[in-house]
């Protein structure tokens, strides 16, 4: 069944990022950095796609800011909405959890270069499932 191997997927993945991230699951910052990296999106945007609630994501993103990670950017069309767009240090902060994410499931499962690239071509074509892409 569909959903029960995304299910697996999802908890079978928490499970190998547990060693990474100062021992947590993918943070919130690395979700949030992640989400940010290519685009600039609005509150609304973030709260629905990190499935947290906006008090948490202003206190999250205030954070952030304060650690130079992402910055506060006003929208030309209406000056009074704020987007949230990633910096140069936030960029290096998320290649070092995600270089850091790839070694420790590579070491978890003990893969060579062959296995990492073929689960790689996996996953993508999985994701590409999932997202409605052929």
């Known amino acids: ?16 990022c547990k060693n990474c991230d100062g021992g947590s699951v993918i943070s919130q910052k690395m979700r949030f950095l992640y989400l940010v990296r ?4 609005s509150p609304k ?24 990670l992402i910055e506060k950017m006003r929208v030309e069309r209406d000056m009074r ?15 070092r959890l995600l270089a850091e994410l790839d070694e420790s499931v590579t070491k978890q499962l003990q893969l060579n270069d062959k296995k990492v690239q073929k689960g790689e071509k996996k996953l993508e074509d999985a994701l590409a499932f999932l997202n409605g892409a052929e």
């Open 38 to 41: 290519n685009d600039v999106l």
């Open 81 to 95: 909405s704020v987007h949230y767009k990633i910096t140069d240090k936030g960029l290096e902060e998320l290649n």
């Open 1 to 16: 069944m569909l959903a029960d191997q995304i299910v697996s997927l999802n908890l079978t993945t928490r499970k190998l």
């Open 45 to 68: 945007e973030l709260v629905g796609e990190l499935s947290i609630a906006k008090p948490n994501l202003t206190i999250l993103a205030r954070n952030m800011i304060a650690e130079g």
